[in-house]
């Protein structure tokens, strides 16, 4: 059956792209926790920072890293669960609606007419 052979393809697919997604979020991650840490050691080398402050400085740092991972992570799995038919917003909607009244396709909803619903 080829529709089981494309099926095994795009799900290889969409987990390798899951896997690239977490992962390079997890290095964006990475990267604005040392920034946050950066920018606090630099606050604290221009006014030296009481060590309540440095605290602060290194849990705030660690708070933006895991912050920016889950939300990093929540989009790659929403775009590998299928990006393509996830709810659009009111402005998408109307965008949609007037580009298909110009081109005269009538298309409403493509998400629908790809997976063969009325």
């Not at 030296?48 to 660690?62: C, D, H, K, M, Y």
């Amino acid at each position: 059956m080829p529709n089981n052979e494309l099926n095994s393809l795009l799900e290889k697919v969409r987990r390798r792209q899951l896997v690239v997604g977490m992962t390079a979020g997890f290095f964006w991650a990475i990267i604005a926790a040392v920034l946050a840490l950066l920018v606090g050691m630099w606050l604290d080398v221009l006014w030296e920072l009481s060590p309540q402050a440095r605290i602060v400085a290194g849990f705030v740092a660690a708070v933006a890293g895991f912050v920016l991972l889950a939300w990093l992570a929540g989009r790659a799995w929403r775009s590998a669960r299928g990006g393509f038919c996830r709810p659009a917003g009111r402005w998408r909607r109307r965008f949609r609606r007037r580009h298909h009244q110009r081109l005269g396709t009538g298309v409403e909803n493509r998400c629908r007419l790809a997976a063969n619903e009325p």
